[in-house]
């Protein structure tokens, strides 16, 4: 949903979005009881902020017109230079696991194939994880005019359910996020270019015992540039049975 928010910002104005999307917003989740058999059809509608220049707000429609999802898009002005600050690293102690691709979505996580972008996850503590991704082009998605790194971004939400059943021992799934800025756009894997290494480091803490409450740093591995970074990102428990804290360390 995010991207498709970017994508209707930029045909808009003509140009990719280069900016903030601020608090995204799961109004209601989007059922899809048909997805193999029948297409399903939503709206993005966007408008621009009266008193912000600079702002769009941002609403997805179901069929029925319902709203789904909320957010509002605020571009950088002419000429501002994004700063890409430092790289932020997991705490000595923290501990070193190897939770693997098949150790993760065989029994904890339930994307399929084309989302599987958690390569691995390497580091666990009380305050955050550390694992790393593999983006959308890595994944077989075609090379089309993304905005953002779809798949490669969602493996850091999936990221957040693995720590948060480690923290509060609670299947979760996001609810909001504060803030997604973008410092690299498009696939971050494009095509001709040698496969890089996406390290994705989360700093989080519980919300009380249903939910977590998270910030991500999305890093070059081979230049230690930010490639994006999520913050506020809210996690809470869902309709699933709950699992015992530690069931990943206990499988492993």
């Keep these: ?55 769009q ?15 509002k898009l605020v571009r950088f002005a002419d000429g501002v230079e994004l700063s890409n600050g430092s790289s932020p690293a997991a705490p000595r102690h923290w501990q070193t696991v190897n939770w693997s691709r098949s150790d993760l979505y065989e029994s904890k996580l339930f994307h399929g194939p084309a ?26 998605w075609s090379q089309e005019a993304w905005i953002s790194d779809p798949a490669l971004i969602d493996g850091g939400l999936q990221l957040a359910r693995i720590w948060g059943l480690e923290s509060v021992g609670q299947l979760t799934l996001p609810t909001a996020i504060e803030s997604f800025i973008l410092h690299e756009p498009g696939l971050f894997n ?11 480091v989360l700093y989080g803490k519980p919300i009380g015992q249903s939910g977590t409450r998270s910030d991500l740093w999305f890093i070059d591995e081979g230049t230690g540039k930010i490639l994006a970074e999520i ?17 990943i360390v206990d499988a492993v």
């Design 1 to 55: 949903v995010q991207e498709w928010f970017l994508r209707a910002a930029s045909a808009i104005d003509g140009q990719p979005f280069r900016g903030e999307c601020r608090k995204l917003r799961v109004l209601k989740g989007v059922p899809l009881p048909n997805f193999e058999e029948q297409a399903t059809r939503f709206r993005v509608q966007i408008e621009p902020e009266t008193n912000h220049p600079l702002a």
């Design 57 to 71: 707000n941002a609403t997805l429609f179901d069929a029925e017109d319902v709203p789904r999802f909320t957010a």
């Design 115 to 140: 989302f599987a972008a958690i390569s691995a996850v390497e580091r666990i503590g009380d305050s955050g994880t550390q694992a790393s991704l593999t983006g959308s082009q890595s994944l077989g």
């Design 190 to 200: 494009q095509l001709g270019v040698e496969e890089r290494s996406v390290r994705c």
């Design 231 to 247: 913050h506020g990102l809210e996690m809470y428990m869902s309709s699933e049975t709950p699992l015992e804290s530690g069931a």
